[in-house]
């Protein structure tokens, strides 16, 4: 029983173990947190200074006219749709590569994606994107060659939505060519009525003239059918001036319906035409400036160092720790043997 209670306090480590353990290895647990400490400082001057652009892309917009014959834009594509689809390797042209100076990678569209990190925010209206660069005009250089192929995948999409706007454009136009035509159809055949029933008017009025001044100088001797004719005739002036007003009212509200439909096709025409137009169509852009300070973000020279620096003292810490197992290790088999 003492011989195990002996054997049990010889395997426990005190703080007196400790010191001497430290006492014994400090010198090479020094010398190895030094040697990382250098090697992460040789590092950190080795690896090359980045710069960082970013940028937010605002996606294409494309113009429609509302009901009440307003004009609004919207989303050539949903923003989420759009930053899946810059995730895509394949999305990037080789000119893109070549501006970001990644045609040289094994996987240079996967490391453009991987760089870019396109992502939109929530409650964003943006698709965000950023890119290193051993340069500030590089990075920026790269981050416009982006936009680029944003504007491109998106501009097929605009040029459809426009073009059918532009086929309504012109069916408008069209109808509005056929409704002056059909005004200046109806002012004409106004005009030509409505001079005929005058020259008749004029010759109904002559001879009801004549008749009353042939009644008025044979007051005494008007026979029944002077009398009979001049009424007829009477008659007739008052029918043709009625006919001369009811063609002026026909015409005034054939002339109010046709202009309304004129004013209705022309605001739609100013709209649709207002649609195509910037700001409510126009292709893919920045929201702000690409930000690109001139201030390095890589490499971090003093987080590479302390960094080092604890990598060194641990590798030093498990080197001594794996010493002195040996050294316990031969001491036990030599008491063995």
Same mark, same amino acid.
């Given at each position: 029983?003492?011989?195990? @209670? ?7 480590? /005190? ?13 090479? &647990? ?10 992460? &400082? ?16 605002? %996606? ?15 989303? +050539? ?50 698709? @965000?994107? /950023? ?35 532009? @086929? ?40 009801? /003239? ?68 910037? %700001? ?23 987080? +590479? ?22 050294? =316990?290790?031969?001491? =036990? ?5």
């Amino acid at each position: 029983m003492s011989s195990s @209670s002996d054997g049990n306090n010889s395997d426990e480590i /005190s703080l007196l173990d400790i010191y001497y353990f430290f006492r014994d290895g400090w010198v090479t &647990l020094a010398s190895i947190s030094v040697m990382g400490l250098l090697i992460g &400082l040789g590092i950190s001057f080795v690896l090359p200074e980045k710069y960082q652009a970013r940028a937010l892309i605002e %996606p294409g917009q494309v113009g429609y006219v509302t009901l009440d014959q307003g004009v609004a834009s919207r989303e +050539i594509e949903p923003l989420a749709t759009l930053a899946e689809k810059m995730k895509a390797p394949g999305f990037y042209a080789e000119q893109t590569l070549l501006a970001c100076g990644l045609s040289d990678e094994t996987n240079p569209r996967q490391k453009l994606v991987s760089e870019l990190s396109p992502g939109v925010a929530r409650d964003s209206s943006f698709v @965000s994107v /950023s890119f290193e660069a051993e340069s500030i005009e590089e990075a920026k250089r790269c981050i416009e060659s982006v936009l680029s192929d944003v504007v491109t995948v998106q501009e097929q999409n605009i040029r459809a939505v426009t073009n059918y706007t532009l @086929s309504e454009i012109e069916n408008v136009q069209a109808q509005l060519a056929r409704a002056n035509d059909e005004l200046e159809t109806r002012r004409l055949d106004r005009d030509q009525n409505a001079e005929l029933v005058r020259d008749q008017l004029a010759v109904a009025r002559s001879e009801l /003239s004549l008749l009353e001044a042939s009644g008025q100088s044979e007051a005494n001797n008007v026979s029944a059918i002077t009398q009979v004719r001049a009424l007829n005739k009477r008659s007739e002036v008052q029918q043709f001036e009625a006919l001369l007003l009811t063609m002026q009212d026909s015409f005034r509200d054939q002339v109010s319906q046709t202009e309304d439909k004129i004013n209705r096709l022309s605001s739609r025409l100013t709209a649709l035409q207002a649609a195509i137009e910037q %700001p409510n169509t126009r292709p893919p852009q920045f929201a702000t400036p690409i930000f690109a300070p001139d201030v390095k973000v890589s490499p971090k020279r003093g987080l +590479i160092t302390v960094l080092s620096l604890i990598l060194g003292g641990f590798i030093g810490l498990m080197f001594l720790i794996g010493r002195r197992a040996i050294k =316990h290790i031969q001491e =036990h088999e030599a008491r063995l043997s």
